[in-house]
C-alpha cells in the first residue's frame, strides 16, 4: 500500500469510527438529557441569571458581548461537564466487547483514539452550536441592540469555546486509554486540572485555554479613561463570570465579592444554590452602568493563533492517547485474574478403580453436549471484572451472607444485609488506598478540633469516592441486577440497606474527626458531621440508582465538595467546617435533603422491581 | 498457511491459559474443542493478535503476527465468543462502520453488507435498532461482520451460541461452503457443530493440546473402549464420581449409562457400584464425544502419573 493510500485509509478510519459513535451516542436519552439541560441553562442565560462583568461593569447585550457571554460561560462549563459526559466511549467497546471485533481489524491506534476524540468533540460541538442559535435568540430578546452581526456573535464560540471543549474531549479519551486514570481517579485529577485550568488565566492571555483573560484585554483596550477614584477602583476588577440571579442594584464591582476572580466553580456553584430557592425569571439582568458598546476582540492573527494552538494540543492529546491505549488486550488491561476452581477441571480416571479402593477425582465433567454456553469467558477470567459471571458477580452470589440471609431469622435478615453491603463497598481496593485512609483517621484524631473540622474532614470525605460512587449504579454496571431483583427481599430493604452501609463507611472514613470533635464537646459540629454521614451516601445512593453510572455522582460531590467544604460557601458546606455553615443549620437541612434523597432512590428502584 | 509454533500465554497472577500450544493448519476446519477454562479464547485471541504470547510465535503465510500483525488482520474475519453491538445503530450502519474500518468503502461496502445480510437471512431486519434484536439475530450480525472483508483466515468462536436449530444447520452449511482454500478456526463446546463439519480437530485441555488429528482418526482412538452398563439409579452418582461417562438414558428404575474406559465396567469391579444383575458392559461404537471425553481423561490421568 502507497503511503497516500494508506493515509486515505486511515482517514476513512477516523471518519468511521468518528461518525459510528456519534451516532450511537446522539440516539441514546442520555443526549436528550443533556440537551434539555442545556436548553435550561439557555433559559438562565436569556432571564440575566449568566452575568459577564469586566472591571464591573458590563456592555450593551450587542452580538459581541452575547456572543462572548456565552461562549465564556458554556466554554467553562462544558470544559468540566463535557469531560464526565463523554468519558465512556472506549469503556463502551470495552464492555460490549465491539473493542475485541475492531482489536482484530487493521485498524491503526491513533485511527481508533483520534477518531473516538472526534465524536467526543463533535457530541460536545452539537451543544455549541445549540448555544450559538440561542445566543442570536437572546439579543433578540433583549433588545438594547438590534443589528445581528454574526460573526461577531459566532466567532466566539469557535474560538473562545471550542479550544477548551475539543481538550475535554481529548483528555476524556486519554484519561480512558490509561488504565489507572478510567475510574473515580481519573474524575478527580481532571476536575482539579479544569480548576488548573482556571487559575492559567490570571497568568496571560496566551495560556489560557478558557479565553477569560482575552476578552478582559480586548475589553480593558476598548474602555474609555478611568475618571476618578470609583472607576480606578471598579477597573482593579477583572472579569467575573457568575451564574445565579444577582442582586436588584449591584453597583459596579459588587459581582467580585460572590466569588473568586475569572467565574470560579464555587462562584458558579454558590449562584446554581442560590437559584435553586429562586425563580429564574424574577432575576434581574445586571445595571448597565456605562452603556459601553463593546465591539468584541478584535480577531487577528495573533489572537487566534494561540487559541489554534489549543485545538492542536488537543489533537496532539487524542494522538498520544493511542500509545498506553491497549488496543482491548485483556493481558494488558489490569485486573486480577481470580485462580480456576480446583474442583472444575478433575475428571476420574479411564479404567474404573477396583472394588474398595478409594478414588481421588471427585466428579465427572458435563459431557459437552449438555454445556451450551461456558460459565465464564477467558476475557472475564483475564480482567476479573466488567461482565456478569465475573468477580464482582460471584462476590454478591456466592458468599457466605447469602445463605444466612436466606435461612435466617426475620430480624437479622436487615443486619445480615448490611453487613454485605458494607464489604461490597468496601472490596476490591489496595492496601494503599486503605493506609491513606487510616492516615486520614488519625490525623483527624490528632488535630486541633478546628483543623479536623475545616480540612481533614473534607479530605477524609473525599477519600472514599470511588467507594461511594458505587452505590445504586452497580447492579446496572455489572448487570446483576436480575439477581438482585429476583431476590426473595421486602420491598426496599436492599435500598434501606445500601444507604445504612454507605452512612457506615462514610461515618467508619470521618470517624477520627467525629471522635476529635466529641472530646472537644463541640455539639454543633458533631450534629453537622453526622448530617454528612445521612448526606454523602443518600446523594450517591440516588444518583447512582437514577443514572446507573458512578459518575454523576462523581461530578456533583467533586462539585459540592469544593464549593462547600472547600470553598467555604455556607448553604453547600455539609461537613459544617465554617461557623457560618453551621449556623446556617446543616445539621438540619442535610439529614431532611438525605432522607429525600432516599425516597427518590427507593421510589426508583421500586419502579425497576414493578 | 497457519503456524502455531510452541505458544505459551501468561497472564498477570500466574495462571498459564496457554503451554507450549503447536500446530500447522493449511486450508480446511479446524475444531478446537476443550472444556471451560481450557484456553480456547486465549488461543483464539492470539491468532486474532488481539493478545500477544507470552512465548512462541503464530506465522501467517511465513509472516510472524506479533511483529507484523497487519498481515494477518487484512486477512482476518473474528467473531469473539462474547462480543456486544451498538444499540441504537441498525444492522446495516453497524455493518458499513466495520466495512469502513476494515478497508471497505463506499459502493463495494454497500454492496458487500447487502450481500451478507441477505447470507444471514437480516435483510428485512436491517434498518431496525440492534437493541430490539434478539440473542440469535445478534449473533447472526456477528457471523456478517465476520465475513465482510471476504476473509482468508476465518475465527469463530462460539458462533452457533444462541441460534435457533434450523439456523445452526444454515451457519454449518455456510461454514462448509466457506472452507474451500481458506482456514477456519471454530472454537465451540458443542461436539455435534464440529463433527459436522470439521476437517481436523484439536482437543485442549488446561492450555495443552491433548489431542489432534482427522475426526476418523480420533473416533479410531475410541474404538472398543465404550460401553453400555445399567445401573441402579441409587448408584448413579458413585458411578459419575468413579467412571468416565458419556451419556445417560432412563430404563424404568434404572439407568443405561454410556461408559468410556480401556474395560468393560464390571470386568474389574467399581467401587459402590454393583450394577444391574451385575452384568458386565456391552459395547458401542464410539462417536466424536466419547473420543473428547477419553482424550481429555487420558491427558489428566497421564499429568497425574507425571
New interface residues.
Partial sequence: MSDMAAAA?TL??V???A???L???R??FSYLATLAGTLYFLYLVHAGNVRLTIHGQRGVYNSAWIGTLMALSVGSLLSLIGFYLVKNTLDGDR????G????????SRAAYTLGKAMSNFSLLASILALCAVAAGITQLLAREEARLDLVALLLPMAALAAPPVALAAAMAVLFEAIAWLRGSLGNVIFFFLWIGWLSLSAIGPGIDPLGFQLVESSFARQLPAPAGAAAAAAARGGISLNIGPGGPAAPAGAEESAGPKTGSAAAAAKGAGHQAGRPAGQAPRPPLPSGIHWRGIDWTAAVVAPRLGWLGIAFAIALVAALPFS??????EGG??P??SRR????????????????A?????A???T?????????A??TGHG?PGSGLERRWTGGRWWQELAAGAPRSRALVLVIAELRLLLRGRGFWWYAAAAGLWIGGLAAPAGQARATLLALAWIWPLPLWSEMGAREARYGTRPLVLSAPLPPGLQTAAAWAAGIGLTALAGSGVGLRLALAGDARGCGAWLAGCLFIPALALALGTLSGSPRLFEVVYLLLWYAGPMSGVAELDYTGATAAARAAGVAWTYPTLAAALFTVAWAARARRER | MLVIDSVDKLYSGGVQALCGFSIDQGPGILGLLGPNGAGKSTLMRILATVTRPTAGRVLWQGHDVVRHPQELRRALGYLPQDFGVYPNLSAREFLAYLAAVKGLAGRRARARVDELLELVNLTAAGRRPLGSFSGGMRQRVGIAQALLNDPRLLIVDEPTAGLDPEERVRFRGLLSDLAGERVVILSTHIVSDVEAVATEIAIIDRGRLVAHGAPEALLRTVEGRVWEWTVASSELAAARQRLVISGTARRGTDVALRVVGEQAPTLSGVSGVAGAAGAAGAALPPSLEDAYLYAIAMARQNRRAA
Avoid at chain 1, 100 to 107: G, Q, S, Y
Avoid at chain 1, 345 to 352: E, H, N, Q, S, V
Fill in positions: 485509509f476513512r478510519q471518519h468511521a469510527i461518525r459510528a459513535d451516532r450511537e451516542r440516539r441514546r464492555r460490549t466487547g465491539v475485541e471485533i475492531l482489536a482484530a481489524t487493521p485498524m488496543r482491548f488486550d485483556p493481558a494488558r486480577k485474574r485462580r480456576p472444575a477441571a478433575a475428571t476420574p480416571p479411564l479404567d474404573p478403580a477396583p472394588a474398595g479402593e478409594p478414588v477425582t471427585p466428579a465427572t465433567p459431557t459437552p453436549a454445556s451450551a454456553r461456558p460459565e465464564t469467558s477467558d476475557a477470567l483475564a461482565r
